[in-house]
């Protein structure tokens, strides 16, 4: 939810400041802007509840925590690379793949009660699912319109 939260206000913010600077919105600029804040908002999570994270992970990958990291890091490069208009269309495409490729991490979580926030398994299980697959959509989606179809 929190992630939503900060897309959405970017995007409101952005809008407002570009259309002060500009005299005219641009709807795709605060897009990318607004994503590119929620990625670096999203990062910092990947630092701040590392175990919790580790937990989504899947047993058989090594190294959990400093793949979280590692996951954090990327997060932030991407964000960067879509306010780079050399580098948005790329860092769009990596973006929506990387989110494809989350996707089954969020559903081991619920599967398994992960609360990353705490470390712990007492989570809101699938229930989470219904809220993080229709927003992983909507990131992709925007993702798609605003980095590389625009």
Known sequence: MKPLIVLLLSFVISLIVIKIIKKEYDLALSAI???SIMLVFTAIGHFVFTKGMS???????????????????????LAIGLLIPKLKIISGWTLIIFLLLMLPANILASMN??????????????????????????FIVWTYISAIRI
């Open 33 to 35: 802007i607004a994503m």
């Open 55 to 77: 937990m989504m992970i899947p047993k058989f990958i090594p190294f959990k925590e400093n793949f979280v990291y590692l996951i954090g890091i990327f997060e932030i490069l």
């Open 113 to 138: 009660n992960v609360n990353y926030q705490k470390g712990t398994l007492d989570g809101s299980g699938m229930m989470y699912l219904w809220f993080r697959i229709p927003l992983q959509i909507l």
